[in-house]
């Protein structure tokens, strides 16, 4: 039986159950990861799993695997990803955990992300995964199965933590994704009147597909927000590690704006403290960390690329536009949509001031959203080193960190390959229609240069 390469993604292993995702297949990645944990140091694996339908069978045959190195197994159930993330911190014993988890995919995918000896591993370090089982560099024995709960540990961590000023009414919305058990129960229990919607975790996603990124899946929250008179509304994904907001009066708050209150709020008692955000914020976040007395860094996009690069330069605080949101003050370093979502509830209840307001003190550009041209797998990144090398983009200033983003005095560009996809991801900002225009007609005439007849629906 073979597991197929193209489940070894940029930033974890996903596929189709029973299709590109089986359960043997599973069972050799499994060993694959408990023979690598173990050349790491790491003598224990800590297992977790979303709500999806496919899990219980998934994380089975993960554990065998992972027993069958001769590696132990902490298997902690059904749990948000940010909670896997925690017990890899706060458990005795080992630094290394997998999270089964389809993350927003629709619900036949399943996939694992991946933390060995405290590194969560991208690129590389997936593939090498891939070459063990080809190679059969696989180590054998039979670890031990123990089970552990880490909700209790959780929630205290959190709630010792917060304080906040005056409770606040906040509807949640889980799109029946596994932080339904959790999420509105820790916000109640700091004070706040909570609204739950589509808590339950069913894993055929029966109201909407628990994707906060897609404004589409708000709508219903929206509403009840407006109906309720609540000061805010807070939306999860099917693993729990990102966090959508809206306003109280349905404003949809876009990751790299929150990241701006978050860096205020983080540079004010961290004079000096690094932020880094990712190439598909607006041109405006790092001057807004300037200002702060913060110090700013554009780095890839990916959730593991991101960690790795805060674990290099001491970054206080990090951020995606995608609505990961990662705080090592006071915290780990993860990427965690709850406890997000509870930062930005203390900085709200503090301030006084509507969510609104709170957000109206900072600037807003005209933007596209996430724009996709769709191209193939093979082609991709060749297209984007060809624009960044070939293209003319004028008196801007180019970065090449990931694909290609010009900035300009006006506004910015970004094309850039996706790690997940066979498509590239464009974005545009400026301060008038017009820059806008200007900016996205440069980028389209120049992609059209070097491959004439891309199917470049970008209006």
Not at 25 to 32: D, H, L, N, T
Not at 54 to 78: C, F, K
Not at 246 to 272: E, H, S, W
Request: proline fraction near 5%; charged fraction near 20%.
């Amino acid at each position: 039986m073979t597991v197929p390469a193209s489940i070894f993604r940029a930033y974890d292993i996903r596929g189709v159950v029973g299709d590109t995702l089986t359960e043997d297949g599973v069972e050799q990645i499994g060993r694959a990861i408990g023979s690598e944990a173990q050349a790491r140091g790491d003598k224990a694996v800590i297992v977790g799993r979303d709500g999806r339908l496919s899990g219980p069978a998934i994380s089975a045959a993960l554990i065998r695997g992972i027993q069958a190195s001769g590696a132990d197994v902490i298997d902690i159930g059904m749990v948000p990803t940010p909670l896997l993330y925690f017990a890899t911190f706060t458990l005795e014993g080992t630094t290394s955990g997998v999270m089964v988890t389809g993350s927003h995919n629709p619900p036949d995918y399943n996939g694992l992300k991946i933390v060995l000896a405290g590194e969560t591993l991208y690129g590389e370090a997936i593939t090498a995964l891939y070459q063990r089982i080809q190679q059969q560099d696989l180590l054998q024995g039979q670890g031990q199965l123990s089970h552990e709960d880490v909700n209790a540990a959780y929630k205290d961590r959190v709630l010792s933590d917060f304080n906040l000023a005056r409770p606040l009414k906040v509807v949640v919305d889980c799109g029946n994704g596994v932080p339904g058990y959790l999420a509105p129960d820790v916000i109640r229990q700091l004070g706040c009147d909570v609204t739950p919607m589509y808590c339950e975790v069913d894993g055929n996603f029966p109201n909407h597909h628990p994707d906060p990124g897609k404004p589409a899946n708000l709508v219903d929250m929206i509403a009840e927000v407006k109906r309720s008179g609540a000061d805010l509304g807070l939306a999860f994904d099917g693993d729990g590690d990102r966090v959508g907001v809206v306003t109280q009066t349905g404003q949809l708050i876009y990751p790299d704006k929150l990241m701006m209150l978050f860096a205020q709020d983080v540079c004010q008692r961290n004079p000096g403290a690094k932020v880094i955000f990712d190439v598909k914020c607006t041109g405006n976040l790092a001057k807004v960390i300037e200002q702060a007395g913060g110090e700013p860094e554009m780095w890839q996009t990916g959730h593991s690329l991101i960690k790795a690069r805060m674990k290099a330069t001491g970054a206080a605080l990090a951020g995606e536009m995608s609505g990961h949101i990662f705080f090592k003050e006071r915290w780990f370093g993860f990427d965690d949509g709850l406890y997000g979502a509870i930062r930005l509830l203390e900085i709200l209840a503090a301030s006084g001031q509507d969510a609104d307001s709170l957000f109206s003190q900072f600037p807003e550009d005209i933007s596209t959203p996430e724009l996709n041209i769709q191209v193939t797998d093979e082609t991709k990144f060749d297209l984007v080193n060809r624009l960044a090398n070939e293209g003319q983009f004028g008196n801007g200033q180019v970065n090449k960190i990931d694909g290609i983003r010009v900035d300009y005095d006006d506004g910015w560009g970004l094309c850039r390959a996706s790690n997940t996809t066979p498509v590239l991801v464009l974005r545009f900002e400026a301060k008038t229609d017009a820059g806008l225009e200007r900016i996205r007609s440069t980028f389209i005439s120049e992609l059209e240069k070097i491959q004439p007849g891309l199917k470049l629906d970008v209006h």
